[in-house]
């Protein structure tokens, strides 16, 4: 399961941005987009975080998970359409000349850290 790796490094980023924010509370929340063409498993994501955090400040963490769409865009019929996986072909028309865009991204969107009581 490649999600472990990938969440092995987005608690590390996680830590560096909240370090570097002078911050220390636990995480109470964290925004991920990941692109439906990434080829990673939001599922599997949330089981390796599940995993990877136990006993660490982001424990309770909620992980909200947001999963952007490709667009293929066609250099024949020029009509975009959008799509949750990878075609090789223009679904509107079947031509072959077509860009696909977006929908591999991984990003790590925004972090909420519980406020810390004085
Ligand atoms: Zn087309």
């Keep these: 399961m490649h999600e472990l790796s990938i969440v092995e490094a987005l608690i590390d980023q996680v830590n560096r941005e909240v370090d570097q924010a002078g911050q220390s509370g636990p995480v109470r929340r964290l925004a991920l987009s990941i692109g439906r063409l990434s080829g990673v498993h939001p599922d599997s994501v ?14 309770h963490a909620e992980i909200v998970i947001e999963e952007p769409k490709a667009v293929c865009r066609c250099r024949v019929c020029g009509v975009p359409t959008e799509i949750d ?22 990003l790590l969107q925004t972090i909420e850290i519980e406020e810390s009581t004085p």
């Excluded at 949330?46 to 136990?54: K, S, Y």
């Excluded at 990878?86 to 991984?106: H, K, N, S, W, Y």
């Design 46 to 59: 949330r089981f390796a975080f599940e995993l990877l955090t136990q006993n660490t400040s982001m424990e």
């Design 85 to 106: 996986e990878l075609v090789v072909q223009c679904p509107r028309c079947a031509a072959a000349d077509i860009v696909i865009e977006g929908g591999r991204e991984l």
